[in-house]
């Protein structure tokens, strides 16, 4: 996909697609910034000066039962500061059932998974917090997966890191909350691109970390500024990663085609690029067009990319000769997840692209994916009809031929938006 194709899917100018995040000027932590962006011209602090409470407060249907928030709060680091919390807390009712520190000098960020009466608004509990001595007061729902203790959880992400560079980008979104994770190639021709020093950038909101192979993975959570502890957590995982090198788990599946014969589908990486350059010589140059949407000369100097476990996950699908007949291909792009298909001309037509296409969103609801869209052209029905076989809500958007299939796959509704900004606190449900 085109950074001119990305670029219209979002509705903005191609240019600023991956936006120049390094050349931002160091913007260091300060409670003075809110924690969330403005969503809307209603976003104002009211004459009051406090927080109000919303309908959007208390989830429907959840009144008489129990719900779990995940809030940071800064405090002063002094004797007392935390039991005062506790206090606050415990006169709401609320059970606190996980907390982890952030400390940030003279002051410290506080962590907490809560448990709080279903009736009781996040507002209510940030209020409480404020009066208790928080500020910059943050929170948001949590749900069970956030009742695994962090150690735990850091170490099944560095356990998944370490038997597959392609679980790098996921464990850093899993490790550091609703985020965007970017990896910008190392300079080149024609390409120039701010140094990183090896122990990396922490600019608030957004980290810079050497990517192991050259290039810089690029951080950003507009919404709440990383602290050090998380910014040390983030270059550990980079830092196994660099070290194991290049890996991909073993393991293949023998299907057999309706017609009778076998093929295997596994995982490929940059030691399949011959193959896949071979495949190209194969297809016709109506195929490759239709898969990369630009000169069909230009398309083997994508396989690189495609094929690195960097930016996503590879399946191919080989005969029983070794010959690689198809590839599908799960991108890491952003905050989105991308899937794209690629099948030799004589194999197409047999099923195979439906099933590269099953297992790849298998994979990215695996990863806790939201979505997975593909961008195609109009006339490409074998991929509009494969989208339509998984048998999930799509959305469709087309503009000068060019068709961007979204398939939602948690259909309970999209991740939650900000709710109001004020100074003090910031509320997330």
Request: charged share 25%; hydrophobic share 40%; net charge negative.
């Amino acid at each position: 996909m085109s950074d001119v194709t990305r670029a219209q899917k979002r509705g903005r100018p191609a240019r600023t697609w991956r936006l120049n995040v390094a050349e931002r000027a160091a913007l260091w932590w300060s409670r003075r910034h809110g924690h969330a962006p403005p969503t809307s011209d209603t976003d104002a602090r009211p004459p009051s000066g406090e927080a109000q409470a919303g309908p959007s407060d208390v989830p429907a249907g959840v009144a008489g039962a129990s719900a779990l928030w995940r809030m940071r709060t800064t405090v002063k680091d002094t004797p007392g500061s935390l039991a005062a919390l506790c206090t606050a807390l415990a006169d709401h009712r609320v059970d606190i059932l996980s907390l982890q520190t952030h400390p940030l000098g003279e002051d410290i960020v506080d962590e907490f998974l809560l448990r709080a009466p279903g009736a009781l608004a996040a507002r209510e509990i940030a209020r409480a917090v404020e009066r208790a001595g928080g500020n910059g007061t943050w929170i948001e729902r949590a749900d069970a997966h956030d009742l695994v203790d962090a150690p735990t959880r850091v170490l099944d992400l560095a356990t998944r890191t370490a038997l597959d560079a392609a679980e790098l980008p996921l464990a850093l979104r899993q490790l550091l909350g609703r985020c965007t994770i970017r990896q910008l190639p190392a300079a080149g021709p024609g390409r120039t691109q701010s140094g990183v020093p090896v122990e990396g950038v922490l600019e608030e909101t957004v980290m810079r970390l050497r990517a192991p192979e050259g290039g810089v993975i690029t951080v950003e959570r507009p919404y709440l500024p990383f602290t050090p502890t998380e910014f040390a957590r983030a270059r550990a995982l980079v830092e196994l990663d660099a070290r194991l090198g290049p890996r991909v788990p073993d393991g293949q599946d023998v299907l057999t085609l309706p017609e009778g014969n076998d093929i295997t589908v596994r995982r490929a990486d940059t030691g399949d690029l011959e193959a896949a350059k071979a495949m190209h010589e194969r297809c016709s140059a109506r195929t490759l067009g239709m898969r990369y949407h630009g000169p069909v000369g230009d398309a083997d100097r994508y396989l690189n990319h495609l094929l690195s476990p960097r930016y996503g996950r590879t399946l191919a699908v080989q005969t029983r000769s070794g010959r690689i007949v198809g590839l599908g291909h799960l991108l890491w792009d952003g905050d989105e997840t991308e899937v794209a298909l690629l099948v030799e001309d004589q194999w197409q037509r047999r099923g195979i692209g439906g099933e590269l296409l099953r297992r790849l969103v298998a994979m990215a609801v695996e990863a806790g994916c939201a979505s997975v869209y593909a961008v195609t052209q109009s006339s490409n029905t074998g991929m509009v009809a494969a989208m339509r076989g998984l048998g999930l809500p799509l959305d469709y958007q087309i503009e000068e031929g060019t068709l961007v299939i979204t398939a939602r796959l948690d259909d309970t509704g999209a991740q939650a938006t900000p709710l109001a900004r004020f100074e003090e606190p910031i509320v997330r449900d």
